[in-house]
């Protein structure tokens, strides 16, 4: 019985010793990746760092965290971040997020406000990016002059292959405010190197669109293409769009306020004729060009198109 007792406190002290030592490399890791985002001309800071979860996790919970990239805008801000695994697996992490976030881009400030936002982290070789998923009951994000709400979001993010810079995308979630209205896509993003917790962050050069579906309980529309990224974050390439009764999607667009009344009253004639053009008043099918941070539907300007940060 003494020498069951002597090994049960021998063990409890060796585990305890593990613990603190990789509570400390966590703590070490974290002020490490900040430092190597800084000296890639990051803004990077933080108020409070603090390490629980003895016995068998490591919980970390952060406060005032600021990250920042002045050479795109780019800019993330949260009153607090947790970070989840269990102490023994070092691949494996869990991230709670607050319910209210500040995101700036080259084209506007986000405010993302969010019920029961999480998501899955696990790494591959080298600390690289090998699957992520991420899900949350609802999102709205308010911009300056747009806001978007969405409802039962479910969003993954995996690895083609173990060290290549290919990753799948796929994201479905519904209209948070009205009911029958549901966006999916599906497709693969190229990186110029694997995403990795540790250096520069990766840069996106190329986006697929297997296919992106916005469906209305009367219309729907589907997105397809392939795309290049510039170091701008400016979109390239043709994407070919499907439209089913276009014409509630335009009047839907004008009352969410996406596109201009002014602009709708143009529209509505030209994109008439061109249904018209392929055999159906309902039905438009073209083929959008992005190119210069604009988007052409034929020669003609349309609109700006979106940049990545």
Request: cysteine-free; overall charge negative.
């Amino acid at each position: 019985m003494k020498k069951l007792a002597i090994a049960i406190i021998v063990a409890a002290l060796g585990w305890s010793a593990y613990w603190v030592v990789q509570a400390r490399l966590t703590r070490s890791a974290l002020d490490t990746a900040l430092s190597d985002l800084r000296e890639a001309g990051w803004e990077a800071s933080y108020g409070a760092l603090d390490v629980r979860g003895f016995p068998n996790r490591i919980d970390v919970d952060i406060s005032e965290l600021s990250l920042a990239d002045p050479a795109s805008g780019f800019a993330w801000d949260v009153p607090f971040l947790q970070v989840f695994r269990l102490v023994y697996n070092h691949s494996h992490f869990i991230f709670a997020f607050p319910d209210r976030q500040e995101i700036a881009t080259s084209t506007g400030t986000w405010v993302v406000e969010s019920e029961g936002l999480r998501s899955s982290l696990v790494l591959g070789d080298a600390q690289s990016l090998g699957r992520l998923h991420a899900e949350a009951e609802s999102v709205t994000a308010t911009g300056e002059e747009s806001r978007i709400d969405l409802s039962a979001l479910r969003a993954n993010f995996d690895a083609v292959e173990a060290g290549l810079p290919v990753y799948r995308l796929s994201v479905s979630a519904r209209d948070g405010r009205e009911a029958g209205r549901e966006i999916a896509l599906r497709g693969e993003v190229t990186f110029d190197q694997p995403p990795t917790l540790a250096g520069a962050p990766a840069r996106i050069e190329a986006v697929e669109i297997a296919r992106m579906d916005y469906v209305l309980p009367e219309a729907s529309v589907a997105l397809s293409g392939d795309l290049d990224v510039d170091e701008l974050g400016r979109l390239s390439g043709d994407v070919d769009v499907e439209a089913q009764d276009w014409q509630v999607l335009l009047e839907d667009a004008v009352a969410e306020g996406r596109v201009p009344e002014e602009w709708a009253t143009t529209a509505r004639g030209a994109l008439g004729l061109v249904a018209s053009m392929r055999g159906s008043a309902d039905t438009l099918d073209v083929t959008l060009r992005l190119e210069d941070g604009r988007i052409f539907l034929g020669p003609i300007p349309v609109g700006t198109a979106p940049r990545l940060p």
